[in-house]
């Protein structure tokens, strides 16, 4: 493997799974670089871990889905420009994009007539996503047109990878082949999520912290979390709920406005998105992990990263009960309680708080029903056997 280069509508430095892609064809002596968006900071071109970053001057799309198609259109005019004259220059051998959306990777149209490898990198299967976003997204029309943008870039890609089995089978099962879609589990990179690094980082007095480090939107059902709080301040002196990641300002509002209407703004922290590698620290100033998502057509389906995250990191977790949950890490690796149920929420979060052998317990299941199981080692090596085969078929 001699070049690759990483294609994707988002910041690289926050996305895991695409740094994990990136660094590890590093490792094994492979060029490769990254075509991204600008980081809020406005990110200067870089080079990280041996990883060569290009950025666009674009910010990642907020708000209705026409907006996001829109702006998504505009883009893909930069990605492929900058993509084209990057190519000629480089002349990489694989070009891997990553959704959303699908059909940025006909930014790669003109590399792949040329001769370069074209892989589709679906980490959450847009129909089911943008159903679950946007109340629209459930007409007949719009799923017809995000079912077609699919057929269209998954045809264009001569492979594509997707997060979990149960992606790939719906993907199958709107008349895609089995053949052409790689399983790739989205499994923390252990040199980033390494619990012993951070095992005696709190050291002394500190209140009981509930932590959530991901995407602050209403699928995720963070009202739930603050709504549990009322129910937990009297039995919990000090307890924190802290809520890490981006959010639409209007979204934020409401919860703060939650907060103080409920009289626990002052046990609730907002923190803006972080960078991978301080997420692990993070996690580990906290007691417990928790994940209060609301079921849908691709909530119940698409492995959250940060469930995982929490349990390599060894955090006990309080988490909805999901049917993607149940499958992976069964009841007694997770204390569940029943989506949209601020008092459930709250009653497993007092059990866990008066009793350290169950919190310790709910680690020692979900190792043995999750972390001591997967590898990120193994989920790379499938990836690299994939490259290999597409080089071999030159």
């Known amino acids: 493997m001699n070049s690759v280069c990483m294609v994707v509508y988002q910041n ?3 996305d895991s799974r695409i740094r994990r892609y990136a660094e590890g064809l590093v490792a094994s002596g492979a060029v490769v670089h990254v075509l991204c968006l600008r980081d809020a900071e406005g990110l200067p071109t870089s080079q990280t ?3 060569k970053v290009f950025t666009l ?3 990642h799309a907020t708000g209705s889905l026409s907006h996001y198609m829109l702006a998504f259109d505009a883009a893909l005019v930069l990605f492929t420009v900058r993509l084209l004259a990057l190519y000629l220059r480089y002349h990489y ?4 994009v990553h959704n959303m959306p699908d059909y940025l990777v006909l930014s790669a149209l003109i590399p792949r007539a040329i001769g370069a490898r074209v892989i589709l990198d679906i980490h959450d299967p847009m129909p089911e996503f943008y159903a679950s976003r946007y109340l629209q997204a459930h007409s007949k029309g719009t799923v017809r047109l ?4 699919e057929r269209i870039s998954v045809n264009i890609a001569h492979a594509v990878i997707t ?3 149960r992606f790939q089978a719906n993907l199958v099962s709107r008349g895609i082949p089995a053949s052409k879609v790689t399983v790739i589990n989205n499994v923390p990179d252990p040199a980033v999520f390494d619990r012993t690094l951070y095992r005696n980082g709190r050291q002394g007095d500190h209140p009981f912290t509930l932590i959530y480090a991901g995407t602050i939107a209403p699928r995720y059902g963070l009202d739930v979390a603050i709504g549990a709080l009322p129910h937990l301040v009297g039995g919990i002196p000090g307890i924190k709920l802290v809520l890490i990641g981006g959010a639409q300002p209007q979204y934020l509002s409401e919860l703060r406005r939650l907060a ?3 009289g626990v703004a002052g046990s609730v922290q907002f923190r803006p998105p972080i960078s991978v590698d301080q997420v692990p620290q993070q996690m580990a100033q906290a007691d417990i992990g928790i994940y209060p998502a609301l079921p849908d057509l691709h909530m119940e389906i698409a492995t959250p990263s940060k469930v995982v995250e929490y349990a390599v990191m060894g955090l006990p977790i309080v988490a909805s009960r999901l049917k993607v949950l149940s499958q992976l890490f069964g009841d007694k690796a997770i204390a569940f309680f029943e989506p949209g149920n601020p008092e459930q929420l709250a009653e497993c979060v007092e059990v866990l708080y008066a009793d350290p052998a169950r919190r310790r317990e709910l680690v020692e299941n979900a190792d043995a029903a999750y972390v001591c199981t997967h590898s990120w080692q193994a989920e790379q090596q499938t990836y690299f056997d994939l490259l290999q085969r597409l080089l071999d078929s030159t």
Do not use: C, F, M, S
């Not at 995000?146 to 943008?149: K, V, Y």
């Open 12 to 14: 690289y430095y926050r």
């Open 49 to 51: 871990k041996g990883v």
């Open 57 to 59: 001057p674009l910010r």
């Open 93 to 96: 051998q694989v070009i891997h």
């Open 146 to 149: 995000l079912r077609l943008q």
């Open 163 to 165: 997060a979990n089995t």
């Open 260 to 262: 103080e209407k409920l």
